[in-house]
Nanobody
Framework: QVQLVESGGGLVQTGGSLTLSCAAS????????MGWYRQTPGNQRELVAN???????NYVDSVKGRFTISRDNAKNTVYLLMSSLKPEDTAVYYC??????????WGQGTQVTVSS
């Protein structure tokens, strides 16, 4: 069982920046995808960005050019640098680690609120 611990959420003004961190409790090796999803009340959880073991990144169109996902393999940690934040980025952000099959893990979520 892998646990994911998130940090870095909070309140920021429009145009500001935040960095989210997600640390895995175990060394992540082999084939994996690690990333961030977000969810607002009454809506489905949506993918924001992810990165795979090969370093390939993927972003939802609405955050391209504003968010950057990166990883530190030595720390088993993934980061999401969020810049030029907009009120519509307000959501609970969840870290996800997919190792294949049923090995799909989620963090507890961290609130990001962007004030207008």
């Amino acid at each position: 069982q892998v646990q994911l611990v998130e940090s870095g959420g909070g309140l920021v003004q429009t145009g500001g920046s935040l960095t989210l961190s997600c640390a895995a409790s175990a060394t992540v090796v082999g084939i994996y995808v690690m990333g961030w999803y977000r969810q607002t009340p009454g809506n489905q959880r949506e993918l924001v960005a992810n990165i795979n073991n090969g370093g390939t990144t993927n972003y939802v169109d609405s955050v391209k050019g504003r968010f950057t996902i990166s990883r530190d393999n030595a720390k088993n940690t993934v980061y999401l640098l969020m810049s030029s934040l907009k009120p519509e980025d307000t959501a609970v952000y969840y870290c996800n680690l997919f190792l294949g099959g049923s090995r799909n893990y989620w963090g507890q979520g961290t609130q990001v609120t962007v004030s207008s």
